[in-house]
């Protein structure tokens, strides 16, 4: 199983991003997805979510009506859009995979991405 991030980079505030999570080793339409961010001197802390079943998704409230997380089944790959971006967005975002594989749930997480928001 693996989890490969990117799409993380410097942006002026107000401006847009969207990262990938590209994954192999499992089926990103059964498992629920998550993005996670660590800023410095802070705990990791989810940022929004999409479930395997139904593909429901949820949100931080600091990021409603600013992030969408979504995903492509054909390329197995979930997606962070990231609009309206502020200065308290910068940190590392980390995907999250965590699907029932017998005899336990399995949890992997990806090597992280920058995103720094600065003028």
């Known amino acids: 199983v693996q989890l490969v991030e990117s799409g993380g980079g410097l942006v002026q505030p107000g401006g847009s991003l969207r990262l990938s999570c590209a994954a192999s080793g499992f089926t990103t339409s059964s498992a629920d997805m998550s993005w996670y961010r660590q800023a410095p001197g802070n705990e990791r802390e989810l940022v929004a979510r999409i479930i395997g079943t139904g593909g429901s998704t949820n949100y931080v409230d600091s990021v409603k009506g600013r992030f969408t997380v979504s995903r492509d089944n054909a390329k197995n790959t979930v997606y962070l859009q990231m609009s309206s971006l502020q200065p308290e967005d910068t940190a590392v975002y980390y995907c999250?995979?965590?699907?029932?594989?017998?005899?336990?749930?399995?949890?992997?997480w990806g090597q992280g991405t920058q995103v720094t928001v600065s003028s």
């Open positions: 999250k995979s965590r699907f029932w594989r017998v005899p336990s749930w399995r949890e992997y």
